[in-house]
């Protein structure tokens, strides 16, 4: 297998204890800071003009067509505030799975409360817009190590967040929470999640500088692992990379609650916490437009479509996964194969769960004709362009992916990080 590609399936490490939130925004002071020279009314008030992958996404386009209604996600996190303007109506019951004081709507640190708001935000009160703004949350509160440090915790808090989530309304799990550990209580808890025809999102961390270890839930082989892009297009500094990663979506240069005061927005690196948020909504977007389909079908039809370039089909970035996610093709265009309804796109092995058609829309197509790939290119933000024999350019909007070809692998440029 070459260097920078791999078609194999997730590594494997010894067991061990579970450990950290997966979000870069809320300890990162040196390059998260308020919006200068305003207050929290008026920063709040700009909060969802920040949301720089709105417009090469088509969000608003899409939303003429679905809002992701009828989806329900469960955030596996810090906790869910549902007072906050945006997410006012948007928050169901949940579970507190710490054990600890509060509930699931006591959130300790912002993070859980930001990743609800950008898959279903409403962006009342000047609030995030999530990209799936019909969708409800069903919040699942666990345990950062911080947490766990200040409180007596229930020491399976994921695992049991992660089998309550499958038994729950939920078709999709996005947990932006994880650890270089594997859990027997957890790994039997996801494969139940997945027998239940739940769709699991989890972040693939942001240690990409720092050892760059596989993370759990997202290298389990049932999990959906998420890296980060920044706002170039660039696989994100800090995301982590390896056959793990199945896909990417926006994670960087992002609005998140500064801390558990909700006072105020911060701007900064939200990673791949926040790319799985997003991702999370995108697949909501496109079950809500297709609710015959399973979850199978749902996370085919995102790979199918997702922007790669010239890269060869089937091939696996260990960067990108399968590449960046542009759920308009589907929403606008009606391209995407959503394959087998029991046929799991991660593993390649038939699954149970929710039943679904068992064979592509005739609405969908994953080899369109020469004519009809420029124009899903342009309905969705994204067109190939060739510059010479090492280079491709992936643009999204604008947003330029480079791609770098190189002793027959190709490895995603990365760039020198910012203060």
């Not at 990209?131 to 399976?156: C, D, H, W």
């Amino acid at each position: 297998m070459t260097a920078g590609m791999s078609q194999t399936r997730k590594r494997r490490t010894p067991h061990g204890l579970r450990g950290r939130l997966l979000g870069t925004m809320a300890v990162a002071a040196a390059w998260s800071v308020g919006f200068a020279g305003v207050g929290p009314s008026a920063v709040a008030a700009d909060a969802e003009s920040k949301q720089w992958y709105l417009k090469p996404m088509h969000a608003e386009e899409m939303w003429k067509t679905t809002t992701g209604d009828g989806i329900t996600v469960a955030v596996i996190d810090t906790g869910v505030n549902s007072s906050v303007p945006s997410l006012k109506g948007q928050v169901l019951k949940g579970l507190d799975a710490t054990g600890a004081e509060g509930d699931e709507t006591d959130d300790y640190n912002g993070h859980g409360t930001t990743m609800a708001e950008l898959i279903a935000g409403t962006g009342q009160g000047g609030g995030l817009k999530g990209l799936a703004p019909g969708s409800k949350i069903i919040p699942m509160r666990v345990s950062n190590t911080k947490f766990q440090n200040e409180n007596s915790v229930n020491a399976y808090d994921s695992a049991d967040a992660i089998r309550a989530a499958a038994d729950s309304d939920a078709k999709i799990i996005s947990m932006s929470f994880g650890s270089e550990f594997k859990m027997d209580r957890e790994i039997e808890a996801v494969k139940y999640a997945q027998s239940k025809g739940k769709l699991f999102f989890a972040a693939v961390g942001n240690e990409a500088e720092e050892g760059n270890k596989p993370t759990y839930p997202a290298a389990y082989p049932e999990v959906v692992g998420v890296g980060a892009t920044d706002r170039q297009g660039k696989v994100s500094d800090t995301s982590q990379h390896g056959d793990f990663v199945d896909i990417a979506a926006p994670g960087d240069d992002l609005p998140f609650w500064c801390d558990e005061h909700f006072e105020r927005y911060c701007q900064g690196n939200g990673g791949t916490s926040a790319a799985t948020a997003i991702t999370s909504a995108a697949a909501a977007l496109i079950w809500s437009a297709h609710p015959e389909w399973t979850a199978n079908q749902v996370l085919n039809v995102l790979f199918d479509t997702a922007g790669r370039g010239d890269w060869e089909k089937g091939t696996l970035s260990n960067y990108l996964g399968h590449g960046i996610i542009r759920p308009a093709v589907n929403i606008l265009k009606g391209t995407g194969d959503p394959g087998a309804a029991d046929i799991s796109p991660l593993t390649k092995e038939k699954t149970s769960g929710s039943a679904g058609s068992a064979a592509p829309s005739t609405s969908a197509s994953s080899q369109p004709g020469e004519k009809n790939k420029a124009e899903d290119a342009a309905m969705a933000g994204s067109s190939t362009e060739k510059d010479d024999s090492s280079q491709l350019g992936l643009i999204l909007g604008g947003v330029a992916v480079v791609v770098v070809l190189g002793g027959g692998a190709f490895v995603l440029a990365r760039r020198r990080r910012s203060a």
